[in-house]
């Protein structure tokens, strides 16, 4: 059975930096993806790795957040800089199967789900 396990939320000023790590058991990872919903709103994907290293993010955080994986880890992180107070919400990682590149943000395209931690931006 694959779990997901997130850690590294926690409460920050507006400016300042997380990073979120994203740790995989039962067998190797192999699409991941990070999402995040804010109270009230919907899932929405902030990072995806599609293929190889090729990374893809919605507009509302390029150039400010970054996904790795470590294969030897077994884990996925998201570096998160220059964090906004709309950053706040809960981040959830995710992992499917080989899919179409244009799915890779979106939520139902993944089958399994951490349990999410919570990121706190303060103005």
């Known amino acids: 059975v694959v779990e997901l396990v997130e850690s590294g939320g926690g409460s920050v000023q507006a400016g300042g930096s997380l990073r979120l790590t994203c740790q995989v058991t039962?067998?190797?990872?192999?699409?991941m993806g990070w999402f995040r919903q804010a109270t009230g709103k919907e899932r929405e994907g902030v990072a995806a790795i599609y293929i190889g290293s090729s990374d893809l993010y919605p507009d509302s955080v390029k150039g400010r957040f970054t996904m790795s994986l470590d294969k030897a880890m077994n884990a996925a992180y998201l570096q998160m800089n220059k964090l906004e107070p709309e950053d706040t919400g809960v981040y959830y990682c995710?992992?499917?199967?080989?899919?179409?590149?244009?799915?890779?943000?979106?939520?139902?395209?993944?089958?399994?789900w951490g349990q999410g931690t919570q990121v706190t931006v303060t103005a």
């Open positions: 995710a992992e499917r199967a080989d899919a179409p590149w244009y799915t890779a943000l979106s939520p139902a395209a993944y089958e399994y």
């Open positions: 039962g067998r190797p990872f192999r699409r």
